[in-house]
């Protein structure tokens, strides 16, 4: 995802596995947990277009339940699913270098939806389709188990003070969920820039059931199907670093 984006499902500037303040408000014991807490942005007239035009072509909806991949792309294919992508620009890039593979999209923030489906459309894209909804509800109404080649997690928001860890996307219970979705042998690849976040990561899959680390050591190099954005060149100028990590269900 493009982490100079001001609103994200999943990026590092939306709160994650935390509940609806709104809900909590008025009834603390029938709230509902959400992955993300939604702040809105208007649509350009470019996105809302764009938005109105390709999403009935591209889009999927939570209410229509598990997915049928081969009806939904038109053919067989590698699935790979990426939560939370930001403005989109990254999963195009990949889609776009990857024909062979089809991709499904998960985010909230309904600006980067209609700069995805824009983007799509500009570049040629037909290899993507994408949720505007929770991912944690499209993972638990809509994916088969077993059925992704892989799943990717992009920058997602750190979190940084400790009282906030509780807070982060990237927990036991969260990757056990992943874990059932991914057929044996897919990969799930996260990447992130904050160094203490990372360590977490890499702490969760060590000990979770069922995944190898891919890499020769703690941390991968930058494969290159992941494209560096223009956050992630900004942040290298800057001095900061960037640890991919890539996880093989193994059973």
């Not at 999963?91 to 089809?102: F, G, R, S, T």
């Not at 799509?120 to 809509?142: K, T």
């Not at 992130?192 to 190099?221: C, K």
Request: one cysteine or more; a positive charge; hydrophobic letters at 40%.
């Amino acid at each position: 995802m493009d982490g100079n984006i001001l609103t994200s499902s999943i990026n590092e500037n939306t709160d994650l596995n935390v509940t609806d303040s709104s809900v909590a408000d008025t009834d603390k014991k029938q709230r509902r947990v959400r992955s993300f807490v939604l702040r809105m942005g208007r649509m350009t007239q470019g996105q809302q277009r764009a938005f109105d035009t390709f999403w009935p072509q591209k889009g999927l909806a939570l209410e229509n339940g598990l997915i049928n991949f081969q009806q939904t792309f038109g053919r067989t294919a590698p699935v790979v699913l990426e939560i939370g992508f930001g403005m989109g620009w990254s999963l195009v890039q990949m889609a776009k270098a990857a024909p062979q593979q089809d991709f499904i999209g998960i985010e909230v923030h309904r600006p980067g939806v209609g700069k995805l489906l824009h983007d799509m459309a500009e570049q040629g894209v037909e290899n993507i389709r994408v949720y505007c909804d929770d991912a944690v509800e499209v993972l638990q109404r809509c994916i088969p188990d077993g059925s992704l080649a892989g799943v990717q997690i992009f920058f997602p928001d750190p979190w940084h003070k400790k009282r906030h860890h509780k807070r982060r996307l990237i927990q036991s219970e969260f990757v056990q969920h992943l874990r059932r979705k991914l057929r044996v042998g897919g990969v799930l690849h996260m990447a992130t820039d904050w160094q203490d976040y990372a360590e977490h990561i890499l702490a969760v899959m060590n000990a979770a059931e069922g995944f190898r680390n891919r890499a020769e050591s703690d941390y991968a190099p930058r494969p290159a199907h992941r494209p560096t954005t223009k956050f992630e060149q900004r942040g290298e100028r800057l001095g900061h670093g960037v640890w991919d990590l890539l996880f093989e269900k193994i059973g």
